[in-house]
């Protein structure tokens, strides 16, 4: 974007940037805000008539049909909301894992203080919220399951190339997002074939429900994390009058925001 706008400015039209011109961008911007090493694929994906860019000898630049309509200070203006996305996400991560340090080593005592905290984290969808739903997810589903005595894992991060797998549970994969538009929730579908599947969302719509296949067991939203599983936890914590689970629950959202953090600078 940044070569289009150079070149629009001057009157010329761009001839995109080389694989290399990208890589050196990106690796500018990981090391101001999320540390993470390049991988080919971040381009490749993004080329041909379902992403934003085309390639012409070796150069890449965005696709012509997504520009129609904009003017160069609507250009400018997306540009910067990324830039600012980018910082944005990077400090609220931050943000959470001190949010996550102080809660952990709160009373035991204080059950409410963890479940406000809880409530908050999956309710805010502002910002990096794919990560923060994701992760806060993960942690109050793997709590709930190991009282009964069966795991949830989460192997890759909201960065990593996992072929939308992320969370694995016995025979089911667990596809976590806060993307409501169908696009999104085809290719989910569209990845494991033949894997049983949860589909977990901030909100279940009727087009989930009606493109539910044999391979969907379940669907979870927002309203069954909190009504259910948080109230679950929360009730048996209030019982032995300790925080027992919910202070699980903030321990293992703490580790893989830390773990975000590790994988990026990896």
């Known amino acids: 974007m940044r070569g289009y706008l150079e070149s629009a400015r001057v009157g010329k039209t761009s001839v995109g940037l080389t694989e290399a011109e990208i890589k050196a961008g990106f690796d500018a911007l990981a090391a101001k805000f999320i540390a993470s090493e390049w991988h080919p694929t971040y381009l490749h994906r993004a080329v041909g008539p379902r992403g934003f860019l085309e390639e012409?000898?070796?150069?890449?630049?965005?696709?012509?049909?997504?520009l129609v309509g904009l003017t160069l200070d609507d250009i400018q203006r997306i540009h910067d909301?990324?830039?600012?996305?980018?910082?944005?996400?990077?400090?609220?991560?931050?943000?959470?894992?001190?949010?996550?340090?102080?809660?952990?080593?709160?009373?035991?005592?204080?059950?409410?203080?963890?479940?406000?905290?809880v409530k908050a984290y999956l309710a805010n969808l502002t910002g990096n919220s794919g990560e923060v739903f994701e992760v806060v997810s993960f942690a109050l589903l793997r709590e709930y399951f190991r009282s009964?005595?069966?795991?949830?894992?989460?192997?890759?991060?909201?960065?990593?190339?996992?072929?939308?797998?992320?969370?694995?549970?016995?025979?089911?994969?667990?596809?976590?997002?806060?993307?409501?538009?169908?696009?999104?929730?085809?290719?989910?579908?569209?990845?494991?074939?033949?894997?049983?599947?949860?589909?977990?969302?901030?909100?279940?719509?009727?087009?989930?429900?009606?493109?539910?296949?044999?391979?969907v067991l379940e669907?979870?939203?927002?309203?069954?994390?909190?009504a259910h599983f948080l109230a679950w936890l929360l009730a048996r914590d209030e019982r032995s009058q300790r925080a027992t689970h919910l202070q699980e629950v903030l321990c293992v959202a703490l580790e893989e925001f830390r773990r975000e953090m590790q994988a990026e600078s990896a």
């Open 219 to 226: 669907t979870i939203d927002l309203r069954d994390l909190l």
């Open 81 to 117: 909301e990324m830039l600012t996305s980018l910082q944005d996400a990077f400090e609220q991560r931050l943000a959470a894992i001190r949010r996550l340090e102080e809660a952990c080593g709160s009373p035991e005592e204080d059950i409410q203080g963890r479940s406000r905290l």
């Open 148 to 215: 009964f005595g069966f795991s949830l894992r989460r192997f890759s991060t909201t960065q990593a190339n996992d072929g939308g797998i992320d969370f694995v549970a016995g025979e089911a994969i667990y596809q976590v997002s806060v993307d409501p538009s169908r696009q999104k929730l085809r290719r989910d579908l569209r990845k494991a074939p033949g894997t049983k599947r949860v589909v977990v969302r901030p909100t279940v719509t009727d087009e989930l429900l009606q493109l539910r296949t044999s391979d």
């Open 56 to 66: 012409q000898e070796g150069r890449f630049r965005l696709r012509e049909v997504l």
